[in-house]
């Protein structure tokens, strides 16, 4: 026998290459899954990282994704619940959902049943470009960080009362989240946010529900350029801190365009509240800009309560509202004190024309009693015996109440298209 050859030695070039050859995974593989085909087990199949094709048909079952995966629909292919449980539910992490329609979760709300539920762990999820219609809750979000859910249209069980659907997108104790670009409506709340810190929430339409957001104990979050109409409430904010709500719409909502209560340390700039019952209600809020927003044609423009104080209040244009300022408190609010707001109600007068009135604004004064309990003298506001009156109800404070007062009120709006917004209501108010 011949003896062995020997060994030859790796060179330090040959090791390397063998190396990375060893750490290379193998690549994702994409899958196609046609009509007829069990999607349950093509996914059970499939591997970490592969990408599933669905082609258009209509899968019926309560799928559970537990790796990470990417699901893509081709021309737009339907996966039904049938009515019951979850119809889509993902327990992995860095799992994609993109072009499906996912309908027909169960009804149960003690279960949460949801059109997808990412259930906890489910990281960096992303799901866009889907139509998740006629479930109980559209997305279940539950400690799942970093997910992004864009594009999508989301609409409820239409025919249940309202306190019997579930929420379009619920996020609960998540961090990261983006909500991007959805259209949500015909839910119990559009957006149902709690326990959730630094998201952003941007370009979303949510409408025909009973809250557009409904979002509490969330810290440093972004909201903007968002439109919420035709429902109850349009923003609701509430125990939280640390928000920018700016650049966002508001309106025709049948109670409160954007709502702050107990929030600290946050930021409202440039939103427009238009034709709602009340436009802004403020409830213990402390620390918080207001500025350059525009308050127009609602019943009534802020309701102002409950300790709100050492805000700055700036810039800000309240415009044709029936009643401007409906306020409860023991002293007066001085708003305004840098640069002061513009009331279209002020009745004073600027004599050196730096824009500026020269009398202070106050709301809620006794001409403005007097018109809230006989609507009909807001047809003599402008005469001078009601100006008369205006003048001695500030003269003897026994005839005052704790006023909104802003020093420096603006002689023109900085909005120059408000009347845009003008009769944007509730739909039979």
């Known amino acids: 026998m011949k003896p ?59 799928f559970v994704v537990d790796k990470p995966l990417t699901l893509r629909g081709v021309q737009r292919p339907t996966l039904s619940g049938d009515g019951h449980g979850d119809t889509l539910r993902v327990t992995a992490a860095d799992v994609v959902i993109e072009g499906l329609i996912v309908r027909d979760s169960g009804d149960s709300l003690k279960d949460q049943n949801a059109g997808i539920y990412l259930y906890p762990g489910a990281h960096r999820a992303i799901v866009r470009h889907c139509d ?50 959805n259209n949500i409506s015909f839910v119990r709340d559009a957006l149902y946010v709690d326990v959730s810190h630094h998201a952003v929430f941007r370009g979303n339409r949510l409408h025909h529900s009973r809250y557009g957001s ?63 019952q009340r436009g802004l209600f403020i409830y213990d809020v402390e620390y918080v800009t207001i ?40 002293r007066d609010e001085r708003w305004g004190g840098e640069r002061g707001n513009h009331w279209s109600n002020y009745l004073g007068w600027d004599r050196n024309g730096d824009g500026i009135g020269d009398v202070p604004y106050e709301a809620n004064d006794m001409v403005d009693r007097l018109s809230w309990r006989h609507p009909g003298t807001r047809l003599l506001m402008a005469s001078p015996a009601v100006q008369a009156l205006r003048l001695v109800s500030q003269q003897f404070p026994l005839l005052r109440v704790p006023s909104v007062v802003d020093p420096k009120p603006h002689m023109q709006p900085n909005n120059k298209n408000w009347s845009t917004w003008y009769g944007k209501h509730y739909p039979g108010q």
């Open 4 to 62: 062995a050859a020997p060994l030859r030695a790796l060179t330090p070039l040959s090791l390397v290459l063998l190396l990375c050859l060893a750490a290379t995974p193998a690549r994702a593989a994409t899958l196609q899954v046609g009509p007829g085909a069990s999607l349950q087990q093509a996914i059970a199949a499939a591997r970490p990282g592969d990408v599933l094709e669905i082609a258009r048909g209509l899968y019926h079952g309560n």
């Open 132 to 181: 998740l219609t006629y479930n109980l809750f559209g997305l279940w979000i539950e400690k799942s960080n970093d997910v992004r859910i864009e594009g999508n249209l989301i609409t409820g069980k239409r025919d249940y009362n309202s306190s019997q659907r579930g929420n379009g997108v619920q996020l609960y104790n998540t961090t990261g989240a983006q909500i991007i670009g």
């Open 214 to 276: 409904h979002y509490m104990n969330s810290y440093y979050n972004l909201w903007e350029d968002n439109d919420s109409y035709y429902n109850r409430g349009g923003l609701a904010l509430m125990e939280v801190r640390n928000q920018v709500v700016r650049n966002n719409r508001t309106w025709g909502n049948s109670d409160h365009g954007i709502m702050l209560r107990t929030m600290q340390d946050s930021l409202v700039e440039n939103n427009v509240v238009a034709g709602n």
């Open 291 to 330: 500025r350059h927003n525009l308050v127009v044609d609602n019943r009534v423009g802020v309701h102002l309560s409950a300790g709100s104080i050492h805000n700055q209040v700036e810039d800000n244009d309240f415009i044709a509202n029936r009643e401007q300022v409906r306020y409860v408190g023991a």
